[in-house]
Nanobody, 128 residues
Framework: QVQLVESGGGLAQAGGSLRLSCATSSATTRRTISNNAMGWFRQAPGKEREFVAVISWRGETTDYSDSVKGRFTISRDNAKNTVYLQMNSLKPEDTALYYC?????????????????WGQGTQVTVSS
């Protein structure tokens, strides 16, 4: 069973920072997604899930939504089987449930249907 576990969410003030982590919880998960791109998505109440960032399996390629570009940084440490999302200059509109996901291939995409494994999400709330 593939399991992704997010952590690091919480409450931050506008202009503040948070770092999210996404870890694989088992050897099975690590074997299954070891060569896969990893992405972060978010979903605010009443809104559809939206793409935030993606990183290729070796970490050489990244992509960001326009709304977070220049403020968020995605990275991965394959030795630790962990993907990170550093979020700086947070805004109230960043408030959402943040999910990490494993893509079907090595380079990922912005489309949620190109991801076949998802975590349970971690809540990020930004106050003004």
């Amino acid at each position: 069973q593939v399991q992704l576990v997010e952590s690091g969410g919480g409450l931050a003030q506008a202009g503040g920072s948070l770092r999210l982590s996404c870890a694989t919880s088992s050897a099975t998960t690590r074997r299954t997604i070891s060569n896969n791109a990893m992405g972060w998505f978010r979903q605010a109440p009443g809104k559809e899930r939206e793409f935030v960032a993606v990183i290729s399996w070796r970490g050489e390629t990244t992509d960001y939504s326009d709304s977070v570009k220049g403020r968020f940084t995605i990275s991965r440490d394959n030795a630790k089987n962990t993907v990170y999302l550093q979020m700086n200059s947070l805004k109230p509109e960043d408030t959402a449930l943040y999910y990490c996901a494993a893509a079907r291939g090595s380079f990922g995409s912005r489309r949620p249907d190109n991801y076949n494994y998802w975590g349970q999400g971690t809540q990020v709330t930004v106050s003004s």
